[in-house]
Structures are given as structure tokens and as C-alpha cells.
């Protein structure tokens, strides 16, 4: 298992580079998407001025504070509280991320599933999750809210955070087909048999 600091926007070397069970800290940007960022993006064909090529987005719809525009809060944004929310809810959303806006990584909790996988191996991404209850410290590693866009849909607005130190996340699912999310699904059954083997359960 190895460790990572990768400045962002990053190669699809670098994220090939990636395995399962490898940690990684980010560095520079990270834009923050949800249900209805997506939802509007792709069911409804909206676009974003964002360039989203090679970056990393994390399911979010952070807890912000509106303010006059200034250097340390450019967007008239400040943040009070930025949690990562459940992924599999947006699994649809994996491969037009990638494919339409060349999207790298993907921030969230609990994984994702099978399209998904598919499309991290065809076009080169991974799934970094983040334990539950961890916002405090997660917004720590967000500097300012640089720029925002869809604001029309805020909290869940598209998000542009300047970042240092994000991390680390772990790599849960990487380009080659790999998941500790199997892993930990296949400990759980081996070890549901022990037990109802020695309760005599099935024998």
C-alpha cells in the first residue's frame, strides 16, 4: 500500500497509477457536485463554465455562510461546514462525469457499484472514500470557495474549492476492476459461515 500527494488537475497516468488500499492526499482544487448539480447537468442538459478535465469532484452540498465578496472568500462564499454525502445514489452519473467532462476522481461514502467500476476501467478513474462523521476535519482542508456555478441550485450548486492537504482517502476502487468494497463483502460471508457452522446452522 502506498501513499500519494497529487496536485490537481491530474493524469490518467497518475490514476492508473492508483491501487486499492493506496492512500492519497490532494492538492490545489476539488469541486464539489450532488443529486441535483447532476440531475440538471445530464437529465436536463445543462452546462457548467467549469473545466472539470482531469479533476476530482466530491458529493457534497456544503453548509456555507453568504458574505460580501473578498480575498479570502472570492465567490461571496464562506464555508461553515463541507460533509461528503452517500454515493450510490449518483452511480448513474459516473461515466458522463468522465466521459463528457473528463472527470478523474470521485470523492464519497459507501462506494459505488458496477457502471461505475466499468467506467473507471474504460476511461481511467478511482473512487476515494471518506469515512462518515468526518466534516469538521474535511473542511479544514478547504481553504476558500473560489467560484460557484448552477448557483440557482444551492446548497447543491457546482463548487470550486481551493484545498491543501486533502486527505488522505483512501483508493476503494481503482481502474483495474479493484474494490476493497469485495473484499470486505467477502470477510462478512466467510466469516456469517463460521459462525453458522459452529451454531450447527446448515450442517
Same mark, same amino acid.
Given at each position: 500500500?502506498?501513499?500519494?500527494?497529487?496536485?490537481?488537475?491530474?493524469?490518467?497516468?497518475?490514476?492508473?497509477?492508483?491501487?486499492? #488500499?493506496d492512500? +492519497? /492526499?490532494?492538492e490545489?482544487w476539488?469541486? #464539489?457536485?450532488? @443529486?441535483? !448539480?447532476?440531475? &440538471?447537468? $445530464? @437529465? &436536463?442538459?445543462?452546462?457548467?463554465? $467549469? *473545466?472539470l478535465?482531469g479533476?476530482? +469532484? /466530491?458529493?457534497?452540498?456544503?453548509? +456555507?455562510?453568504?458574505?460580501?465578496?473578498s480575498?479570502?472568500?472570492?465567490?461571496?462564499?464562506?464555508? /461553515?461546514?463541507?460533509? !461528503?454525502?452517500?454515493?450510490?445514489?449518483m452511480?448513474?452519473?459516473?461515466?458522463?462525469?468522465?466521459?463528457?467532462?473528463?472527470?478523474?476522481m470521485?470523492?464519497g461514502?459507501?462506494?459505488l457499484?458496477e457502471?461505475?467500476?466499468a467506467? $473507471?476501467?474504460? $476511461?481511467?478513474?478511482?473512487?476515494?472514500?471518506i469515512? #462518515?462523521?468526518?466534516?469538521?476535519?474535511? !473542511?479544514?482542508?478547504?481553504?476558500?470557495?473560489? =467560484? +460557484? @456555478?448552477? @448557483? =440557482?441550485?444551492?446548497?447543491?450548486?457546482?463548487?470550486?474549492?481551493? /484545498?491543501r492537504?486533502?486527505?488522505?482517502?483512501?483508493?476503494?476502487? *481503482?481502474?483495474?476492476?479493484?474494490?476493497?468494497? =469485495?473484499?470486505?463483502?467477502?470477510?462478512?460471508? =466467510?466469516?456469517?459461515?463460521?459462525?453458522?457452522? #459452529?451454531?450447527?446452522v446448515?450442517?
Amino acid at each position: 500500500m502506498a501513499e500519494q500527494t497529487i496536485h490537481m488537475p491530474c493524469t490518467e497516468e497518475q490514476v492508473r497509477d492508483l491501487k486499492a #488500499g493506496d492512500t +492519497v /492526499i490532494l492538492e490545489d482544487w476539488l469541486y #464539489g457536485i450532488r @443529486d441535483a !448539480t447532476q440531475i &440538471h447537468m $445530464f @437529465d &436536463h442538459g445543462r452546462t457548467t463554465r $467549469f *473545466d472539470l478535465n482531469g479533476h476530482a +469532484v /466530491i458529493h457534497t452540498a456544503p453548509n +456555507v455562510k453568504k458574505v460580501p465578496p473578498s480575498n479570502s472568500c472570492p465567490a461571496g462564499y464562506e464555508s /461553515i461546514c463541507v460533509g !461528503t454525502t452517500t454515493s450510490q445514489r449518483m452511480e448513474r452519473f459516473t461515466r458522463p462525469l468522465m466521459a463528457q467532462y473528463g472527470v478523474r476522481m470521485i470523492i464519497g461514502k459507501g462506494g459505488l457499484g458496477e457502471e461505475s467500476r466499468a467506467a $473507471f476501467r474504460e $476511461f481511467g478513474g478511482v473512487y476515494l472514500a471518506i469515512i #462518515g462523521g468526518t466534516a469538521a476535519l474535511e !473542511t479544514t482542508w478547504i481553504e476558500q470557495i473560489t =467560484d +460557484v @456555478d448552477l @448557483d =440557482d441550485l444551492n446548497p447543491e450548486s457546482l463548487w470550486e474549492f481551493k /484545498i491543501r492537504g486533502f486527505g488522505p482517502l483512501l483508493v476503494a476502487m *481503482d481502474s483495474h476492476g479493484g474494490s476493497l468494497y =469485495d473484499s470486505v463483502k467477502q470477510t462478512a460471508q =466467510d466469516r456469517r459461515a463460521e459462525v453458522l457452522a #459452529g451454531m450447527g446452522v446448515g450442517a
